[in-house]
């Protein structure tokens, strides 16, 4: 396949056939992304701090 036939055929399927998500369904999935981020990145931080505070009071007992 030419790479001109490839460019066309690609840019035909991009305007004819792909849906593209509304202004408002955009924003909304926006913010899903946001909130499950800000979600995970507490769990991991408490994930890390429990872990930190029993790794000191494992060492405590040895040294």
Not at 21 to 45: D, G, H, N, Y
């Amino acid at each position: 396949m030419k790479v001109g036939t490839y460019v066309k055929e690609s840019y035909n399927e991009l305007v004819h056939k792909v849906t593209w998500p509304t202004w408002r369904e955009l924003q909304s999935s926006a913010i899903v992304v946001m909130v499950a981020s800000i979600i995970i990145a507490l769990v991991i931080f408490l994930i890390d701090t429990v872990f930190e505070n029993v790794m000191e009071f494992v060492y405590s007992l040895f040294y």
